[in-house]
């Protein structure tokens, strides 16, 4: 059974650009959840995917998007960057949205400058 | 809102003592509780979870957690610390309407030898 996979590990980018950064579910979960996690705070939940539709959302404006694929790995997109923005990006994979256990990856880590 | 609160940062116990990391709710409705532990450079590890029964759940790593409604308090707890235990850990509520995870600010547990 493959766990939940991130790409890139780091990626440093510049205020004004945008993002992709992509998720592989545990394999057999349909839904997938991203978390922004700030230096020395908690995730905060960005969005969640279900069958490739949102499936609930955040507090987070709309340049951070998502998509979600028949395969059902996801991508997070985040347009205009902010140095705010910077943070430790986790994807979250569950077995249909009911279920109360949430597999993470080890995270994509945006540094913008 | 659905929330939680995790009022120490930092929590230093020694090895074979017991542990205690603590974590207050405020729900609406029934809370769906949830404990994660975050090592250096991985994702969130599940490691237990509340949503109905009894009022003490078991999970992993020898760890265990006690719903109270009265205190609206859901404390981890392990009968004898390991050094392999240090790590951050997430207290986290599930709020079902916007199938968001809300997450405490962590607390990070310190095991000396």
Redesign the interface.
Same mark, same amino acid.
């Given at each position: 059974e493959t766990g939940?996979t991130q790409s890139p590990t780091h990626l440093i980018k510049t205020r004004g650009q945008q993002v992709t950064l992509r998720c592989s579910s545990q394999s057999g979960h349909n839904t997938v959840?991203w978390?922004q996690q700030a230096l020395? +705070?908690?995730? +905060? #939940?960005i969005f969640?995917y279900y069958r490739e539709e949102e499936?609930?959302?955040?507090n987070f404006p709309p340049r951070f998007s998502g998509l979600q694929f028949p395969n059902y790995s996801s991508e997070l997109n985040v347009n205009a960057l902010e140095l705010d923005d910077s943070a430790l990006y986790?994807c979250?994979s569950s077995l249909e949205?009911a279920t109360?256990? +949430?597999? #993470?990856?080890?995270?994509t880590r945006l540094t913008v400058t | 809102a659905q929330s939680v609160a995790q009022p120490e940062d930092q929590v230093n116990v020694a090895e074979g003592n017991p542990l205690t990391v603590k974590c207050t709710y405020s729900v609406s409705g029934n809370p769906y509780l949830f404990w994660y532990v975050q090592y250096p450079n991985r994702g969130l590890q599940f490691l237990l979870k509340y949503i109905t029964g009894d009022n003490l759940v078991k999970g992993s790593y020898g760890f265990e957690a006690e719903f109270n409604k009265s205190q609206t308090s859901f404390h981890l707890k392990k009968p004898s610390a390991l050094v392999s235990d240090s790590a951050l850990y997430f207290c986290a509520v599930r709020d079902a309407e916007n199938n968001d995870m809300r997450f405490g600010a962590g607390t990070r547990l310190t095991v000396k030898p």
């Open positions: 939940v959840s978390y020395g +705070q908690g995730p +905060q #939940f969640q499936n609930g959302r955040g986790l979250a949205t109360y256990e +949430q597999y #993470f990856g080890p995270g | -």
